[in-house]
DNA sequence: GTCTATATAGCGATAGAC
DNA sequence: GTCTATCGCTATATAGAC
């Protein structure tokens, strides 16, 4: 929260602390989990007192929104920076979101772990989860119907079951590559998904 | 832990007590992951105080460990009493093992959620959850090398991606459908997934 | 085998001074 | 905006009586 005096002062060194605080808030979920976390650590690794963190996120809860706000907003600015994929295109660029995640696997262990205790009794991000997976689903389904109407694909395509497929083995290969990195390549598997994928897609192929 | 003196007894109380305790924690577990689950809580819900709860299992940790023990020899058990398959075979009984599984969702949540736990720092499950998917991976890698083996597959199938891919289907689809049963309809994305699978196997398919 | 009582530690959050 | 001090609560684990 940013009052009127910092923003005459020009606020630097505020916004500076604060996203001080959600860059290491972002490092401690990836590790410990929401209920693994503590303020106490995050707030002294950020070099300030657990209420001085406090003051800057009135409660835990609202650490983790901001944190997940922001990892959503950051990724969305990559993704659209890189193309703007519609059709089938869109299955080549998550490949290479694939392969870039495997480059930060403290990121991918982020959202691994804050989904799946989302799916946890009355734990704070699982209106995020839910609402992350409907619109991956819906931009992947969206896409793939975009190429059915160019005809980039043979008829008869079920849109949203071929999504949440896609989305699913994104994810599932997330937890075995962070479980053991050394047995699982997972952009090679993942790329080898979308291969078969195209092959069957395509009409006359 | 029993004592001579409950053996010479017959020990039926204290393993039936055992059992009840075991039974409430899977569901503690399920609900509210490891971190989240309180044995205050799981001691009062089996009838007993805290420590009379620890007195059976020494340390939360062990009460966790034989949970998950007891969930790998249940799941076994009920596994090979349905069919010893081998070959493609197989992999429509994994389709029937996801059709269970729909019918069952505290125990599909206990597994996402501790798997997933499992992947933060220090946590008791990481060991379990590595040794699961080794196991699983081979157990499914093995079966398709005996089909390839029999000449029910064309050659030139990598056993193991293929196995790792499957696994990482089942695994992200149970997310989706826990945070949104009603939007993803789980055994009938996996069977579609094998469908297509077994098409593109079979030689001359 | 189970209890009460307690040790010990950590947590998130608030009050109020500066 | 940040601090110290503290509240109130919960947690796991242990001691010792019965």
Redo the contacts between chains.
């Keep these: 929260m940013r009052t009127s005096t910092d923003r005459r002062r020009g606020y630097a060194s505020g916004d500076a602390r604060r996203e001080r605080i959600l860059h290491i808030a972002t490092q401690e979920f990836a590790?410990?989990?929401y209920?693994?976390t503590s303020l106490a650590r995050v707030a002294e690794r950020a070099g300030l007192s657990q209420p001085g963190l406090l003051h800057h996120f009135r409660t835990k809860e609202q650490l983790l929104v901001a944190v997940l706000e922001l990892r959503d907003q950051r990724d969305m600015e990559r993704f659209f920076a890189d193309e703007a994929a519609g059709g089938l295109d869109l299955l080549t660029a998550l490949v290479r979101v694939v392969e870039h995640n495997s480059r930060t696997p403290e990121l991918v262990?982020l959202f691994?772990?804050l989904?799946?205790?989302?799916?946890?009794?009355d734990h704070p991000a699982?209106d995020w989860?839910?609402a992350r997976?409907?619109r991956l689903?819906a931009w992947v389904a969206d896409a793939l119907r975009r190429a059915a109407g160019a005809g980039e694909v043979r008829p008869g395509l079920?849109a949203d079951?071929t999504a949440?497929?896609i989305?699913?083995?994104?994810?599932?290969?997330q937890?075995?590559w962070?479980?053991?990195p050394d047995?699982?390549d997972m952009p090679?598997?993942f790329r080898?998904?979308i291969d078969?994928l195209l092959a069957?897609l395509r009409p006359r192929a």
Tied chains: 1, 2.
Excluded at 115 to 121: L, R, W
Excluded at 167 to 173: K, T
């Design positions: 590790e410990h989990g209920r693994g262990r691994v772990v989904t799946s205790e989302a799916v946890t009794a699982q989860a839910r997976y409907e689903r079920d079951a949440a497929r989305i699913a083995l994104m994810d599932g290969l937890t075995q962070l479980l053991d047995a699982i090679a598997l080898a998904h078969e069957t």
